[in-house]
Nanobody
Framework: QVQVVESGGGLVQPGGSLRLSCATS????????MGWYRQAPGKQRELVAT???????NVADSVKGRFTISGDNAKNTWYLQMNSLKPEDTAVYYC?????????WGQGTQVTVSS
């Protein structure tokens, strides 16, 4: 079984930065898609960014230029660097590990952007 654990959330002022981490353990396949999602109160969960095992990345238009996704395969850890944060970025952020065999979500980490 694969465990997916997010960390790094917190309270930050508008314009500030946070780096979220997603650590996985268990049987990690060489081919995967790691995704960061977020869900704000009263809204549907939305895709923020993805990174594939071949290092191809995609970032949602709403965060493009501010958020960067990256990964360290040796550490089985993936990151979401969030800069120039806005109040509308407030949400619970989830990471998701998807392979041809399994699809696991983490428990989420709260990010609050407020002055």
């Amino acid at each position: 079984q694969v465990q997916v654990v997010e960390s790094g959330g917190g309270l930050v002022q508008p314009g500030g930065s946070l780096r979220l981490s997603c650590a996985t353990s268990g049987s990690i396949f060489s081919t995967y898609v790691m995704g960061w999602y977020r869900q704000a109160p009263g809204k549907q969960r939305e895709l923020v960014a993805t990174i594939r095992s071949d290092s191809e990345t995609n970032v949602a238009d709403s965060v493009k230029g501010r958020f960067t996704i990256s990964g360290d395969n040796a550490k089985n850890t993936w990151y979401l660097q969030m800069n120039s944060l806005k109040p509308e970025d407030t949400a619970v952020y989830y990471c998701r590990m998807t392979t041809v065999v399994y699809d696991y979500w983490g428990q989420g980490t709260q990010v609050t952007v407020s002055s």
